[in-house]
């Protein structure tokens, strides 16, 4: 029993810090931190692994002098919890159960709504959105993503488009999508997960029905936005899917 205190007493908190090292890591080397941040944090994890080095070494240099009791085990195992869960749950991106306690439904800024709107000094009552057609959301090989024809159905309307989301099935979604029980959609994120936000666009085709909810698809149709009870219906009429491996990054930014 002495001897077990001795090592705890003696590596409990160079290993609670070691674990965290490499825990942060492996997530800046492999880019598992932006199944749930933006790609921009991975400069502040790979700061907080070196600080966590730091504790991890100064531990080991100046060893804990008291005895390890039961309240510095509890604040351990706290400190842990993080690591803990994340192992639980190694995939643990948003999908089909998110989407339906999120999903907002669709209209005019829908997408906006979920960047922050600046308003011009002339009219304040004008939004002015950003310009995403050029920024880094776009997808490899340039295809417009959902939050590209929403932010700019004018482009696409009457256009084929090919955009790549995850595949979603569900009644709950026909009074948003003129009783279409179908629909492609991503997650726009700001910060991180906590404030991911669905995009959906509607799919009317006939191929949708060997596919599941949360597999990824490319979906390539016509891209049509129609005007019903006065919201705004964005659709993919005649659309073909192809199931797709997830993108690097599966949320948009």
Known sequence: MR???KLLQRWLEPAVFGVWTVFLLYLVVTAQYTLFLRPAFGILLALAHFIAMGFMLAAVI????????ASTAVRALVLLVPVLYYLATPNGRLGSQAFNKRFTGTGNGVAARQLELTFSSDEEDTPV??????????EIGQN????????????YTGKEVSIIGIFLRNEEIKPHFGGRETAVYRFLVTCCVADAMPLAIA??????????NDQWVQVTGVFELHEIDGKSLPLLSHARLEQVEAPPFPYLF
């Open 3 to 5: 001897l077990v205190q």
């Open 144 to 155: 417009p993503t959902i939050l590209n024809i929403l932010l700019n159905p004018e482009k």
């Open 129 to 138: 959105y950003p310009e995403p057609l050029d920024g880094p959301i776009k």
């Open 62 to 69: 100046r060893p804990r002098k008291k005895p390890v009791d």
């Open 203 to 212: 799919i009317d085709s006939g191929e949708s029905d060997g596919f599941e």
